[in-house]
């Protein structure tokens, strides 16, 4: 328990320590109980890190010497104005100017107090910033307006806006931004750095990154957001670390290598242009929808998010082959076609559509750097770096109109143009199709 | 020569004809007058910022809420804080340092009476320019500190960082000049026999301020011309493709910027200064060290500027030495909140509204002072940064602080402004309105903060659980806005009916307590002289006698002049031609202001 711990950097004895848990529960509100999921996903009071347990620790040492310094002025100046207040009998009082030793003691006393306050801290400040040691994993942390973008140079992945890790070996983040100053926080991986567009360096300077070093204590769902104001949607753009156990974490690298390669696929049934002819009407009004599309490119690829992995799991996985056209976006849908069908044929539309010219998906011709990679996006919680939960209404939403979901994003919806862009001109078939397709990709 | 315009022999305006008012008021150079004009002025923009704190915290009332867009939130938070800091803070010390130094230390004016006009109107027209950008829904939207590369051309193409940045440069300017004005009054035109060491503790205050302003005002304007610069010429200070750095921003903007804090908070603890020992009937406990302490915490407060920046990414020495020096500024920090309970001790004390402000004062202030040192301890200040943590702290350092003192600096020399009481038992009503909603506002944001909500974003996830901490602090601005309605239903119904005061209706110690109520327009009918630090408890006949007896032969005052107001509108015209960009437009702004400045100069001062 983190509170503990940090009690236990107070000089005290047990009992002090156990009233000072006590307390810290109660005064922060923290209520840790090991093992279950905080109440508050974002919450500093539980690191999962060394790192941010370090910092966690000497936060609760300043605490405590300060609430002491707080509560003793705040009843000394209840208890004085109390006590002389005015009543009818009470005296002239003395002209006092001054008393030089009580003066010397409260100057001193203080002093004693920062010094016990700074030396965990400088400490701290050393040890948290040093190399990331032999072996650590690195990520490259690229921040984006209104999204992250993160690289495994090791293994030649790269994936948006959820990053996963194995547990117990140490992380070294990489950082730089491709616009504007970002900082990446997930709280409960410890404190945040900011993201800096990279300066061009100069001749015989190398570029300088900003690191975060860590290692995840246990697996789980961490959420986290970016927490220097960067424009338009800083509040949407939302990121998540993942930490599963070693294996499960070398699946996930496999699965991404591999991304949407072509295996033994079904033959398309129809050309995509003549599937259906939806209509504008219908899908706009598309409630949310716990629709589960079609595994069928993804058959036989297992969802990476084992037991470890906390993360809200945005549906639950579909039986392969599943016939069940989802309800709510009207006239796109044909009764009777399984999503796989509407997955394959998205896949054709994706490849030649502009999408491409932004976005990559690994296995496939899409290679484009502008956007977030979209390789394994069905496995992603999100759409739009935490602007909707990752749902096929949602989803639909999104592609035909970002920014109303999103103010200010550089994505172009059907018919607004975005970032520069121009309009999408996709239709509403075309758009469940993508949908779909992506989705699809677990 | 400053002392030489504030002395010379003018007319002595002894006005049988009833003047216009508002013309008078456009011409004076009056320091009350003038003082009345920023305080009102700052008022009226503490009620515009309170506006927007009120719609920043209805959007935020439930997550995902779409009571206000994505930009009009980022409009809105810029301006709140742009707005509170330079409109709000500052002015209204300047509107106290005008009202009260010249009397506190026996003056007739300022040093430089029209410089002072024109500090005022520069204020005014800026302030009105930067607002103003509403009307065409591009105000600021880069935050307060409108960091870099945020706010270059490329990704801000619109008005809103030109309104910014050209709107301060103004402001700055005017807050140098006034800087200027109060050194060489302070330093020049006291009463004789009041050296520094007895001057009273606001003005000592005011000196600490001032010399902070004209050191620090100067840093932030090189930072927005060199921002200016990069937007309107296309130079690349900040243009990270072209080997600008943004970081450059960050250490201009907080070396202004953490001065800036001590600019803000210094004249609260000169008021509270005044006020305790008054309330207790006791001198203030350790006078020197109060001074000494003011002055270090100015000092130090140079030293401490990149502690706003420990996520920046500066290295641990870096961090481990404003870390340290940060930890320090508390030691004489605390030493002025316990020197102020010792003035306490074995005193008189009345629970008069002020006395109850600045009781309270110390008690939100030192809230906002350890939450401070939490952010000190930089390795946690890491996940502080940010997030509504940081927003708790500053909102109880400048409202628990500085507000606190404005609302008892208020109730205490309202008398002096205009002859009247205000009403002690709605000051009551409204301290307690006021205190219980301030708390519950802020209060809650430090767990808010703490559990994971950044600032500056205009909707949050439901996931986050802190809906309900939100609605707290938003019902808590509801009853700061009942607290501060009080107040101003106070002062309107006081002016009228206010009972009336006399000069010196709480037993004051220092000189502007020797003069009527309200002051002549010459403060004193001759000079007191001064041989203590009380001069109103100790040597209260002479000097009553010297502000309200058999006057001088010749008193010499400045004759009100309309150059200030012509040439500062010229000043300020200059920057909004800038906005036009033509390369020409400006110098019609610029001729116009020579042409004030000219004809300034020439202007006959007898």
Redesign the interface.
């Known amino acids: 328990m983190a509170l503990n711990e940090a009690a236990a950097v107070r000089p005290g004895g047990a009992l002090a320590r156990r009233a000072a848990g006590a307390l810290s529960a109660l005064v ?2 923290a209520a840790p109980v090991s093992g279950q999921e905080p ?7 539980q690191p999962v890190s060394a790192y ?1 347990a ?3 620790a ?2 609760m ?3 405590w010497w ?2 002491g ?2 509560v003793l ?2 009843l ?2 209840l208890y ?2 109390w006590r ?3 009543r009818p009998d ?10 030089v030793k ?2 010397i003691a ?2 001193l006393i ?2 004693v107090i ?1 010094v016990l ?2 030396i965990p ?2 400490q ?3 040890e ?2 040093r190399r990331a040691p032999e072996g650590a994993l690195q990520v490259e942390v690229i921040g984006h ?1 209104w999204w992250w973008e993160f690289r495994y140079p090791e293994h030649g992945v790269v994936t948006a806006n959820q990053m996963y890790i194995p547990v117990g070996r140490p992380i070294d983040l990489k950082m730089h931004s491709a ?3 970002h ?1 990446f ?1 997930i ?1 409960r991986i ?5 993201v ?5 360096a ?1 001749e015989g300077e190398s570029p ?1 990154f ?1 690191h975060i070093v860590f290692t995840a204590d246990s697996a789980g769902y961490y ?14 753009m ?1 990121m998540s670390v993942v930490a599963v156990a070693e294996p499960d974490f070398d699946a996930w690298v496999a699965a991404m290598q591999r991304g949407d390669a072509p295996a033994e696929a079904p033959v398309v049934a129809q050309p995509a242009a003549q599937l259906t002819v939806p209509t504008e009407t219908g899908a706009a009004q598309a409630p949310p929808t716990q629709a589960t599309p079609a595994q069928a490119l993804a058959a036989g690829q297992e969802g990476v998010r084992g037991q470890e992995a906390q993360g809200p799991q945005p549906r639950p996985l579909p039986a392969p082959g599943q016939v069940r056209p989802p309800t709510g976006i009207g006239s796109a849908v044909q009764p009777g076609i399984p999503d796989s069908i509407y997955a394959l044929q998205g896949r054709q539309v994706f490849g030649s559509s502009v999408c491409v010219a932004c976005h990559a998906i690994q296995g496939t011709s899409a290679v484009g750097m502008v956007g977030p990679s979209l390789t394994r996006f069905g496995a992603r919680p999100h759409v739009g770096a ?1 602007a909707a939960e990752n749902n096929l209404a949602n989803l639909i939403r999104w592609i035909r109109d970002p920014q109303a979901l999103k ?2 994003t550089l994505m172009p919806g059907a018919h607004k143009a975005g970032g520069g862009f121009p309009p999408t001109g996709l239709t509403d078939a075309e758009i469940h199709a993508i949908a779909m397709y992506l989705l699809s990709l677990r | 020569m400053a002392t030489l315009e504030a002395r010379a022999p003018v007319t002595q305006p002894h006005p049988t004809k009833k003047k216009n008012v508002v013309w008078d008021l456009m011409t004076t150079v009056d320091h009350k007058k003038i003082g009345l004009l920023y305080g009102v002025t700052a008022l009226f923009f503490m009620v515009v910022g309170g506006i927007e704190a009120t719609l920043i915290r209805i959007q935020l009332a439930k997550p995902e809420n779409d009571f206000l867009s994505a930009d009009a939130y980022n409009q809105i938070f810029t301006m709140h804080g742009t707005t509170m800091v330079f409109l709000v803070g500052m002015p209204i010390a300047v509107a106290l340092f005008n009202y009260i130094v010249p009397l506190q230390i026996g003056a007739r004016d300022v040093a430089f009476p029209r410089l002072n006009a024109l500090s005022y109107w520069i204020f005014l027209f800026g302030a009105l320019f930067m607002n103003s950008s509403f009307l065409i829904g591009q105000a600021p939207n880069g935050g307060w500190f409108g960091y870099a590369n945020l706010t270059s051309e490329q990704y801000s193409p619109g008005m809103n960082i030109d309104f910014w940045a050209l709107g301060l440069q103004a402001l700055g300017a005017a807050s140098i000049m006034g800087g200027v004005n109060f050194i060489t009054t302070i330093l020049n035109l006291r009463a004789p026999g009041m050296k520094l060491m007895r001057m009273p503790l606001f003005t000592w205050m005011a000196l600490l301020t001032s010399f902070l302003i004209v050191t620090a005002l100067p840093v932030f304007a090189v930072a927005l011309f060199l921002i200016t610069f990069d937007r309107f010429w296309g130079t690349t200070f900040f243009v990270t493709q072209a080997g600008g750095d943004p970081v450059l921003w960050q250490h201009l903007f907080w070396m202004f910027g953490h001065p800036e804090v001590y600019i803000l908070i210094l004249p609260a603890f000169g008021i509270v200064s005044e006020i305790i020992p008054v309330f207790s009937r006791k001198p203030l406990f350790g006078y020197a060290v109060m001074v000494y302490s003011g002055a270090l915490i100015a000092l130090i407060g140079w030293g401490v500027w990149a502690h706003h920046m420990f996520a920046t990414g500066m290295g641990p020495i870096a961090d481990a030495f404003f870390t340290v020096s940060t930890m320090i500024i508390a030691i004489p920090t605390g030493v002025k909140i316990f020197n102020w309970i010792a003035t306490m001790w074995g005193g008189k004390i009345r629970f008069t509204t002020p006395m109850l402000y600045a009781i309270g004062m110390l008690i939100t202030f030192t809230i906002g002072g350890v939450s401070g040192v939490m952010h000190a301890t930089s390795p946690h200040d890491l996940q502080q940064t940010d997030t509504y943590f940081v927003v708790a702290h500053f909102h109880y350092v400048l409202i628990g602080g500085l507000i606190f003192a404005i609302f008892a600096s208020l109730f205490y020399w309202f008398p002096k402004y205009t002859g009247r009481l205000m009403s002690d038992r709605w000051g009551k009503v409204n301290f307690w309105l006021f205190f219980i909603g301030f708390n519950m506002t802020f209060m809650p944001q430090h767990w808010i903060g703490l559990l994971g909500m950044p600032r500056r974003v205009f909707t949050y996830s439901a996931e986050l659980n802190l809906t309900g901490l939100n609605q707290l602090s938003t019902a808590g601005v509801f009853v700061q806005i009942l607290g501060v309605a009080v107040l101003f239903g106070n002062v309107l119904w006081s002016l009228k009916r206010g009972a009336p005061s006399g000069p010196n209706p709480w037993g004051g110690a220092t000189l502007e307590w020797a003069t009527t109520s309200p002051p002549p327009e010459h403060n004193f009918n001759r000079i007191p002289v001064v041989h203590t630090r009380e001069p109103m408890w100790l040597e209260s006949a002479a000097a009553e006698d010297a502000a309200r007896g058999t006057p001088e032969p010749h008193i010499h005052l400045p004759p009100s002049s309309y150059w200030p107001i012509f040439t500062a509108f010229g000043a300020v015209l200059t920057f909004v031609l800038f906005l036009t960009n033509l390369w020409w437009a400006p110098l019609i702004g610029l001729t116009w202001t020579t042409l004030g400045a000219i004809n300034w100069a020439y202007e006959p001062t007898h």
Not at chain 1, 90 to 99: R, Y
């Open positions: 922060l509100a109440a508050y996903p974002q919450t500093t009071f941010g370090s910092q966690n000497v936060f040492n300043t605490f300060t609430m310094i707080l002025v705040v000394l100046t004085v104005a002389f207040r005015e009470s005296p002239e009082p003395a002209h006092v100017h001054g008393n009580l003066e409260w100057t203080p002093a920062v306050i700074a801290t400088v701290t400040i050393f948290n910033q307006q616009d504007v100053i900082s926080w709280p410890g404190g945040k750095r900011d800096n567009p990279q300066a061009r100069h300088s900003n959420p986290g957001q970016c927490a220097e104001y960067c424009g338009d949607s800083h509040a949407i939302r935490g103010p200010g």
